[in-house]
């Protein structure tokens, strides 16, 4: 532990006293200021040593370091931060996409625990936890006060441990308790379906299998659909999608650019901004796209719905996303730790940054909250028609297989229409793409 400490201190150090020799001319500025960077080391190392020998109780100096260590970075912005060897482990388990625990990206907010979005068929998000939904108790204890870290290790446990949460939801009077109970929590970064003509890939996560996935499940869905000829566009569901690798969130966006800039990334050093850039080949081959965006897609998801809408790619359909443009490099440490930093800001191939901000969409649709079943008899009397009425007359204008495939597209639009009150986000973005294929192909 001692080697530990002054390895850290000799860094520290060795930085400043580069830096004072680049800047000798302004030592004597540096006396004048209220304290020096040496001064403050001082400190730390009195206060160390007084808590170590006076705190009410005994401290491991392990403990009180890596607490020194994460405050140093938490104070920072949210999402830097230390992570302590197990936290490590854990993380790089959860970009190979199974780990255990709930199931909900967070982050903080006013001193508590706010919800970016939960992951897709885990325990969170059969229990009802919604993105934007703020975590208050933990098994009755306040997470106020608490580090991120702190509040996610009171939500860690054994696999089939049961938890119970406390929330507060906008548009609730008051808070509610939520029970949970953990699991091993297995992601599946990418589900398809076909939904008339229409392919609908969901992307819930950015790991190493997200693009592997992606280009997998669209070639299925296209056979599935009998051809691309029978396709009349693709859905890219990236809501309450909270991001993940950044190296994968450019190849989901460059599987749907044949050129140009996906995002561009600028730290502190203008020498170390990069740019990346698509290459050639779109697995939709110029097929209509819309991308559904919330408040729960957040940072690889908001970089690949800022390319693909600069770049007229795709109509970007939902609301206002997360608004995380920042960069994490997670640096290996000694001692099997890890320290996440944030590095650099990213930008869209327009230039803008999305930090704070979000990607607004280029329509907007607002996912309405389950209403009570219509009165079933109040809505029959609507439902009659002149096929209904007894000694109507016959179409004699149309064969018998075109009445069939006259009452089959019909079937269709009436499955598109259940399909709104079951998730109103995407029945929408579905009939954008219909209204496209309605309209034919670009001259």
Do not use: C, W
């Amino acid at each position: 532990m001692k080697k530990f400490v002054m390895a850290a201190a000799g860094g520290a150090l060795a930085s400043v006293v580069a830096t004072t020799q680049f800047v000798g001319p302004l030592l004597a500025q540096e006396q004048n200021r209220p304290s020096s960077v040496y001064e403050q080391l001082d400190l730390f190392g009195d206060i160390f040593e007084r808590i170590r020998a006076q705190y009410v109780e005994e401290v491991e100096p392990k403990d009180l370091i890596e607490a020194a260590i994460n405050g140093m970075l938490t104070s920072l912005d949210p999402h830097s931060s230390y992570l302590p060897p197990d936290d490590a482990a854990d993380m790089r388990v959860q970009t190979r996409g199974e780990f255990g625990g709930l199931g909900i990206e967070v982050t903080q907010e006013d001193g508590f625990v706010k919800v970016v979005s939960p992951i897709d068929d885990t325990p969170a998000d059969e229990a009802g936890i919604e993105a934007g939904d703020f975590i208050t108790h933990v098994d009755g204890e306040s997470v106020l006060g608490l580090t991120l870290d702190e509040a996610v290790d009171m939500m860690r446990g054994p696999v089939g441990s049961e938890i119970i949460i406390t929330v507060v939801r906008e548009g609730e009077e008051e808070p509610f308790d939520v029970s949970i109970i953990r699991d091993t929590i297995k992601l599946t970064a990418v589900r398809s379906r076909v939904v008339g003509e229409t392919v609908v890939l969901r992307v819930t996560t950015f790991n190493d299998q997200t693009y592997p996935n992606l280009s997998e499940m669209l070639a299925e869905r296209v056979e599935e659909a009998g051809g691309m000829e029978n396709v009349n566009g693709f859905v890219l569901d990236l809501r309450n999608n909270p991001g993940g690798l950044l190296t994968q969130a450019i190849r989901v966006s460059d599987a749907f650019l044949e050129e140009g800039e996906i995002v561009s990334t600028r730290g502190r050093d203008p020498a170390d901004g990069e740019r990346f850039n698509a290459t050639p080949g779109d697995l939709a081959v110029g097929k209509p796209l819309v991308v559904l965006i919330n408040g729960g897609s957040a940072s690889a998801s908001e970089i690949v719905a800022g390319a693909l809408q600069d770049h007229q790619r795709a109509i970007v359909v939902g609301t206002k996303s997360f608004g995380k443009g920042s960069v994490q490099t997670v640096m290996p440490l000694r001692g099997d730790g890890a320290m996440r930093l944030t590095t650099a800001r990213y930008y869209t191939p327009s230039g803008r940054s999305i930090q704070a901000l979000g990607v607004s969409p280029d329509i907007v649709v607002e996912q309405p909250r389950p209403a009570p079943d219509a009165d079933e008899e109040e809505t029959d009397a609507f439902g009659r028609s002149e096929a209904d009425l007894r000694g109507r007359l016959d179409n004699d204008s149309l064969t018998e297989d075109e009445i069939r495939q006259i009452e089959a597209d019909r079937a269709k639009a009436e499955a598109s229409a259940a399909l709104r009150q079951e998730d109103y986000q995407l029945a929408y973005a579905i009939d954008i793409l219909k209204g496209l294929s309605a309209l034919g192909p670009k001259n």
